[in-house]
């Protein structure tokens, strides 16, 4: 409960591709492609984020509130002669009053240097920027069962495909009469998944 409180309490800096980093999903409840800015405390997460994604991270994501990456490069050209993000990042921290922010250890090394250049003062937390993560809600739990079911159905179809799989005399792998590719293996995984619920996914299958 007291490590809960206090992780509630800090104010973190985080820069993350939400789509595939768990900590920059848990904080923001929005997945990017594109590695975006999200700051303050777990409460009340804000995202700094380019404006092509704007709308998309006012209407999914659980920010309070998001802002528009070029207008704050423009803040910072005028304030500090930079439109680095930054330099952008260091404006909408001074706006929002944020005395201090923990970073994740592995925050870039250049974005750092940067912004404590700028005044920004930051510390590094060198275990688990969240550590509540590991005490799972109902919904949670939840989730889990869910992706263990909808991945379950994807290792059935490559156990079955695998089975029925012939070894040439080359040592090549056919599948129903053709040379059995990654690519094949990656479409049948989702077709198997989607027919159980798994949506647009991308599975890994890799030759090895």
Not at 23 to 41: A, N, V
Not at 165 to 182: N, P, Q, R, Y
């Amino acid at each position: 409960m007291i490590q809960r409180t206090i992780t509630a309490m800090r104010h973190v800096l985080i820069e993350s591709i939400t789509e595939t980093e768990a900590d920059g999903y848990y904080f923001g409840r929005f997945k990017s492609m594109d590695p975006i800015t999200l700051m303050g405390p777990l409460d009340a997460p804000v995202c700094l984020i380019h404006r092509m994604e704007l709308e998309r991270a006012r209407n999914e994501g659980r920010f309070t509130e998001v802002y528009e990456l070029i207008d704050y490069q423009d803040k910072a050209e005028a304030k500090f002669g930079s439109r680095s993000k930054p330099a952008a990042m260091a404006v909408l921290i001074e706006e929002l009053g944020y005395p201090t922010l923990t970073v994740p250890h592995h925050y870039p090394v250049a974005y750092y240097q940067e912004l404590t250049k700028l005044g920004v003062a930051l510390e590094i937390e060198h275990d688990d920027l969240f550590p509540e993560r590991w005490i799972k809600s109902a919904d949670e739990i939840e989730g889990c069962r869910e992706g263990a079911r909808i991945s379950e159905a994807g290792f059935a179809r490559v156990r079955e495909i695998l089975s029925a799989s012939e070894i040439g005399a080359d040592d090549t792998l056919s599948f129903e009469g053709e040379v059995l590719t990654c690519e094949t293996l990656r479409r049948e995984i989702r077709v198997a998944t989607s027919a159980v619920g798994g949506g647009v996914n991308s599975p890994i299958a890799a030759s090895g």
